[in-house]
T-cell receptor, first 112, second 113 residues
Framework: QKEVEQDPGPLSVPEGAIVSLNCTYS??????FMWYRQYSRKGPELLMY????GNKEDGRFTAQVDKSSKYISLFIRDSQPSDSATYLC????????????FGPGTSLSVIP | DAGVTQSPTHLIKTRGQQVTLRCSPK?????VSWYQQALGQGPQFIFQ???????QRGNFPDRFSGHQFPNYSSELNVNALLLGDSALYLC????????????FGPGTRLTVT
């Protein structure tokens, strides 16, 4: 079993839809949870991070963490064609000197 | 703020050769991590440098080595290149206070023929 798994996708939605992207993990030591967006042939771009369980909102994006279920989600409201990218979840167990483990990514296409 | 920069952008090497990739971190960041990303996969952690020392290492062979300089910039060296080393190599920098605030460079695309 991989440490971090993501819904395989690809995901295709109409413009304006609410998108749900999900990851599960196996290591209960993970405490920091990040979401990255990666456009084709570019480096990943940090969208947001959360610590432990709970919700965090930033504009159209909401991150949720459920440590009891080892499950995290990213919701995108009012999706736009510019949101079309690969979304990567990532996790670490400490603040410093720690490896960050990434999921395989979910490809999202938002159709105008 | 220039953000994280990497050089070169693209590189083509032959099996058995050696390669050096370079990275300059974002201003204010002192920790540098390197990742390998194969096509269609998430980034795989290679190693992390802080205070010029390797602090963490992923599951990569000793052919992969690195260095961090006093100005926090870093190099990734790969010896005895294999076809399977073809990938996008990403450098990420973060502040000492949080690896969760990690910012990536555009990457170096390495092709081994």
């Amino acid at each position: 079993q991989k440490e971090v798994e993501q819904d395989p996708g690809p995901l295709s939605v109409p413009e304006g839809a609410i998108v749900s992207l999900n990851c599960t993990y196996s290591n209960s030591a993970f405490q920091y949870f990040m979401w990255y967006r990666q456009y084709s042939r570019k480096g990943p771009e940090l969208l947001m991070y959360t610590y432990s369980s709970g919700n965090k909102e930033d504009g159209r994006f909401t991150a949720q963490v459920d440590k009891s279920s080892k499950y995290i989600s990213l919701f995108i409201r009012d999706s736009q064609p510019s949101d079309s990218a690969t979304y990567l979840c990532a996790m670490s167990s400490k603040t410093s000197y720690d490896k960050v483990i990434f999921g395989p990514g979910t490809s999202l296409s938002v159709i105008p | 703020d220039a953000g994280v920069t990497q050089s070169p952008t693209h590189l083509i090497k032959t099996r058995g050769q050696q390669v050096t990739l370079r990275c300059s971190p974002k201003s204010g960041h002192d920790t540098v991590s390197w990742y390998q990303q194969a096509l269609g996969q998430g980034p795989q952690f290679i190693f992390q440098y802080y205070e010029e020392e390797e602090r963490q290492r992923g599951n990569f062979p000793d052919r992969f080595s690195g260095h961090q300089f006093p100005n926090y910039s870093s190099e990734l060296n790969v010896n005895a290149l294999l076809l399977g080393d073809s990938a996008l190599y990403l450098c990420a920098s973060s502040p000492r206070t949080g690896v969760y605030e990690q910012y990536f460079g555009p990457g170096t695309r390495l092709t081994v023929t």
